[in-house]
Structure formats: C-alpha cells, structure tokens
C-alpha cells in the first residue's frame, strides 16, 4: 500500500471516531436535558404541592377553597394571573395589603411564612394560570375619603395630620406646589420613595389601588379641599398592629391615641393599657394587647343578642341554630373562622346570590356585636 493511501485510512478513521463522538455526545446533552427539565418539573410539582397545603390552611377562608373569592378578591382569575408577575404576588403576600383584611405573611412583618414559604404558594397560585376562568374585573373607583384613611394610618405620622406637614416630613398639602406637579409625578414619589431622604417606599407595601386612593386624596387638596377619614375602631386597630409589625412604634401610638377618643368601657380600657406599654417602649406587650382586643372587637352583649337573633335570624336559621332555609349556626366553622369585626362585615354585606341578604341599614353595629355573641355561645 501507498503511504497516501495510508494516511488517507487514518484521516477517515479519524474523522469518523470524531462523527461517533459527536453524535454521543449530543445523545448525552438530549438526555442531560431531558433530565433537567424533568427535575425543573418534579420541583415545580413538589412547590406546588407545599404551596397547596399552605393555601388550604392560611388562604381559603378568604380567597375561597378554589380562589373564587370571598372576603378577598378572586385569585383564580384569568385577568389578574396573566396581569401580575410572580414578583408582584410575593411582595403582595409578604407584607399584606395595610388597611385591608389580607394580612402580612412574612415573618418579617410578624407573619407566618418564610420567604420560600411565600414562593410555594406564589406557584400553587400561578399553576391556576392555564385553567383560570376570566372574571371580570371589579371596577375599581379611587376614593378619597379611603386614601385619607390610610394617609391617617400611614403617612400622617411624619406628613402630619391633613398632611400639614410635621419636623418629619414636608407638608404635602401645599395648593401651589400641588398645582405644579401632577398625578404621575405624585404616584413616582410614592411608589419609589426617597429611601435617603426619609422617605419610605411605599410600592412594595400598598397596592395599587391604594395608590390610587391617595392620588384621589392628593387631588381633593389640589382643590383646596379637607377630606375627612372615616374613622372606624377596626381600621385603627388594623393599623396599629400593621405600623407595630413595620417596627413603627410611633406611628401605631398615633391610632391608639385616636381609638381612644371614640372608644369606651372594657375596649377603652385594654385601648389605655396598649398605650401604657407603648410610652414604656414595651411594644411587644403593647402588639399582644391589641391583638387581642382586635380578635374581640367588636364586644357584644349576648343577652340583647339573642332578642337580636329571635327576631332576625331564626326564621331562617331556626331557634337553636339547628338550620332551615340558611345553615345551622349551632355550631358553624364559618363563625369559628371568622373574628367579630369579620362577622360584623359579613353580616353587613350578606352572601349575594343566597337567602342570605345584608343587613346593612337594618342592624346597627352594636346590634350585630350582640348578635355575634350570641353565635359564640353556640361554638364549642
Ligand atoms: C382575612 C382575609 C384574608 C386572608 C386570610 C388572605 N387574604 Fe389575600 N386578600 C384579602 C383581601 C381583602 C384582599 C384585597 C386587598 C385590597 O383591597 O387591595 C387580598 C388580596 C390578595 C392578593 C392581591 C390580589 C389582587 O388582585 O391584587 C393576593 C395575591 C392575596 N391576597 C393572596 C393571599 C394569600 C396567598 C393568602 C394566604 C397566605 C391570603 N391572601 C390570605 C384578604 C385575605
Ligand atoms: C417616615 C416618615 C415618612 C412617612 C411615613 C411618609 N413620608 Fe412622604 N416624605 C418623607 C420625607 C422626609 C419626605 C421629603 C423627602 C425629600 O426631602 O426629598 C417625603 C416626601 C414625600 C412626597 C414628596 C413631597 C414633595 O412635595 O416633594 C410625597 C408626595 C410623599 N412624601 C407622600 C407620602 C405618602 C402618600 C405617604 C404615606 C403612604 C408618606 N409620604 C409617608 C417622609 C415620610
Ligand atoms: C331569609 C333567610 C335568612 C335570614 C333572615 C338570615 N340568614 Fe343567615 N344565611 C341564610 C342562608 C340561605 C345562608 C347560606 C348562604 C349560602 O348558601 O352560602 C346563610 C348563611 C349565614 C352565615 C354563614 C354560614 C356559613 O357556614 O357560611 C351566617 C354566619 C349567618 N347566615 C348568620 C345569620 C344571622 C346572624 C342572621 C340574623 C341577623 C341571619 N343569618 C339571617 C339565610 C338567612
């Protein structure tokens, strides 16, 4: 044989060990592939999973078993998973929507759930997304009167009352500078914040409608107008707990003190002891004597209650609670599962769709605070 031909044997055999490798090679990658994106889906499915189980304990008597919605807003909803990112639902979990009934679950705001814990239910959440039915959206209204409520709650402390301004922070509700600057320029601010300069960041604690409230409330001043919040014992309540679990101490004596001036006998009395342990700088008492009294509140009379219940609510739910056209009450998981304030609200709005209207205009509050207690008797 030639040496040429020789080596043209090798060059072949050469090229066809290299073929050989190549090919095995990319059978390797397929497969290492194939395997990556199999334990990508096995932990996705055992996130899930977690997530399931802490939806189920933490999230369905507000959101509804199968995210329909209830006390809180549908989550099982076309519109609002294709509208919001993963990262907007876990900053919306981990610090709650302040003055609202969705509480913080970060153990960083005094919540339950660590950070993983968050991401868990954030994927059993997003795993709705492909079978989500499309609700529409509820029509959201900015309402100043809501933004002065939370403004009182939240920016007061350093913005001063009305936004007068404080040594904190600049007066907002300057009519000129107002008229110099607008909406947006307004929502930027409060969105982002001016960490360096004092001013928190507000973005990642309020929602968005939140902001917007306040933008109604920013452009009442613009007018020249004073909006009044409406102060309610439960609001108040909520946010002092929500300023103390902000590591605000300041802030939460502010809505103690303004509690105090429309609260009265046993309430305004755990109210004075809360405040008490506040001046002492004891504000981990302080967060505990609160929760409590927020747990009870509002306190009713079971006696004047049950006059409330023959007369209201037996026809429908039967004189010891045993049932007819509504639920047995006697005992109910639903009253178990829902504080005094959330009865108060439920019984205001009643379930439309069901017998069971509201009683809103019928009741008043401490009517329904007596009626709830009653109910109590009931639950073991
Ligand atoms: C006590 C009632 C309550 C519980 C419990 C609760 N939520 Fe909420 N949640 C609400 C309310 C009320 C809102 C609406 C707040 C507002 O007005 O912006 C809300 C809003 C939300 C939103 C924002 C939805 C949107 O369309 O902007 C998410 C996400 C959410 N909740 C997730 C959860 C998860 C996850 C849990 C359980 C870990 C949970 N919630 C437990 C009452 C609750
Ligand atoms: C911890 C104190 C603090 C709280 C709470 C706070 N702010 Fe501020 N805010 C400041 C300070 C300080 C400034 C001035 C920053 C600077 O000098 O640029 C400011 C500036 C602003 C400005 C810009 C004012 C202007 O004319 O330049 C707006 C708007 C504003 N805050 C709105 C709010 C709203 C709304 C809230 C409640 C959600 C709030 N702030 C809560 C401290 C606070
Ligand atoms: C006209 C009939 C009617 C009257 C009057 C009525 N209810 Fe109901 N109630 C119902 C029905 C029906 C339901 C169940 C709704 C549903 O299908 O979810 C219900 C549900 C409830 C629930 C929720 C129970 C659960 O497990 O979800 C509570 C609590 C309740 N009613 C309390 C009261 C109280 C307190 C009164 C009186 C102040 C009252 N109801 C008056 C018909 C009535």
């Known amino acids: ?17 290299t073929l050989l490798v190549i090919i095995s090679l990319g059978i390797y990658w397929n497969a290492e592939e194939d395997r990556l994106a199999h334990a990508a889906r096995e932990f996705t499915n055992e996130r899930i999973s977690r ?5 189920n304990e933490q999230c369905v008597s507000c959101h509804g078993a199968q995210g329909e919605g209830g006390v809180g807003p549908a989550l099982n909803n076309r519109t609002v998973l294709k509208n919001t990112l993963d990262s907007v639902f876990f900053s919306v979990i981990r610090s709650g929507v302040p003055s609202t009934q969705m509480p913080a679950w970060s153990v960083d705001f005094g919540g339950p759930l660590t950070d993983e814990d968050v991401r868990d239910v954030v994927a059993f959440i997003r795993a709705w997304e492909p079978t989500a039915p499309e609700i529409a959206p509820v029509v959201f209204t900015p309402d100043a009167a809501r933004g002065a409520l939370l403004f009182s709650g939240t920016c007061a402390v350093c913005h001063g009352e009305n ?49 917007e409230d306040l ?20 609001n108040l309540l909520e946010n002092a707990i929500f300023s103390l679990g902000q590591d605000d101490p300041a802030s939460a004596a502010l809505q103690v003190e303004r509690a105090l001036t429309v609260a009265s006998g046993a309430s305004a009395e755990v109210l004075r002891n809360a405040a008490a342990q506040l001046a002492s700088g004891d504000n981990a008492g302080a967060l505990e004597t609160l929760t409590a009294l927020q747990e009870q509140w509002p306190m009713g009379d079971p006696t004047s209650g049950a006059a409330v219940y023959s007369t209201y609510c037996t026809p429908c739910h039967g004189s010891q609670g045993e049932g007819g056209i509504g639920v047995a009450l006697n005992p109910n998981p639903f009253v178990q599962a829902n504080t005094n304030a959330q009865m108060v ?12 209207a509201g009683f809103k205009g019928r009741l008043d509050e401490g009517q329904l605070a007596d009626v709830i207690a009653f109910l109590r008797l009931w639950q073991p």
């Open 51 to 55: 997530g399931r189980t802490i939806y």
């Open 345 to 356: 609200e439920f019984l205001l709005a009643g379930r439309p769709g069901t017998a069971m």
């Open 215 to 234: 933008i109604a409330l920013i452009d009442a001043w613009r007018e020249g107008a004073q909006v009044q919040p409406n102060f309610s014992i439960t």
């Open 1 to 17: 044989m030639k040496p040429e031909a020789n080596y043209a044997r090798l060059t072949l055999i050469g090229l066809v060990l």
């Open 163 to 211: 936004g007068a301004g404080t040594d904190k922070a600049p007066k907002l509700n300057d009519v000129a500078r107002l008229n110099s600057l607008d909406d947006d320029w307004y929502r930027g601010v409060i969105r982002s914040g001016r960490p360096a300069k004092g001013m928190p960041t507000w973005g990642t604690v309020l929602s968005p409608n939140q902001v």
